[in-house]
């Protein structure tokens, strides 16, 4: 597939390219992604731009993972990063944390699930998001965009390491399932 990109009131989600790699490797030394994604860690250069420089062109020509730079409306530098899956559908997502708080993850979410679930990707009926449990900033932008959570009968999530942990899940179908507030309630409380 040829890279598409989408548009937001705040936003421009195009290709990431190798001039992306300097901030990437900065956003990337996060403790929080340690923790949260399957990102390398530590985090260097060279895996920005082996990332920006061939994993992304290579994902996007297959169609293995579509993935996206987040940037202010008038492009300009990357503020994060979102993708989808080709395997179920996944949707994941990171900000630099100098971006975060002012629901421009949320934003972006909602723009590529409706691309998605419009018929970007031929066939896609629903999205499936999951995060390590307690990533609650995560969660939080899965209900904005729209993600019931749901209680699979193994919900867990890889590690880069190989191994898994005890993961939160939700899935995205359209139009939005009417009792996304509701399953939250349990992990998330009633507030908004
Ligand atoms: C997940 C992440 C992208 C969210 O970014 P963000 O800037 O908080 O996203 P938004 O501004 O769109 O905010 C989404 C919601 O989270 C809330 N929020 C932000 N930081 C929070 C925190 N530390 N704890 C709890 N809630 C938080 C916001 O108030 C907002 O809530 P609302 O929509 O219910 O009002 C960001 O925290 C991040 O990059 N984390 C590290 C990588 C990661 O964990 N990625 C997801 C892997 S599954």
């Known amino acids: 597939m040829r890279p598409v990109t989408l548009r937001t009131a705040r936003l421009t989600l ?12 900065e956003y990337c030394q996060d403790p929080l992604f340690e923790r949260y994604l399957t990102t390398p860690w530590p985090y260097t250069r060279a895996d920005a731009d082996a990332f920006l420089g061939s994993y992304v062109p290579e994902s996007w020509a297959s169609g293995r993972e579509l993935t996206w730079a987040i940037r202010g409306a008038d492009g300009g530098p990357v503020m994060g990063m979102i993708s989808v899956r080709e395997a179920q559908h996944e949707l994941g997502f990171w900000l630099g944390a100098a971006h975060r708080g002012s629901g421009l993850m ?8 409706e691309w998605v679930l419009a018929g970007g990707i031929r066939g896609a009926t629903s999205l499936m998001w999951r995060a390590v449990e307690g990533n609650t900033a995560s ?3 899965a209900r904005a965009a729209g993600f019931r959570r749901i209680e699979p009968a193994a919900p867990t999530v890889p590690t880069r390491d190989g191994g898994t942990l005890p993961a939160w899940h939700a899935v995205r179908t359209e139009p939005v399932d009417p009792r ?6 349990p992990i998330l409380g009633g507030d908004r």
């Open 14 to 25: 195009d290709e990431p390219r190798l001039a992306d790699a300097e901030l990437v490797t």
């Open 180 to 185: 996304v507030d509701e399953s939250w309630r």
């Open 106 to 113: 949320s934003e972006a979410a909602t723009a590529v699930t």
């Open 139 to 141: 969660a939080r932008v």
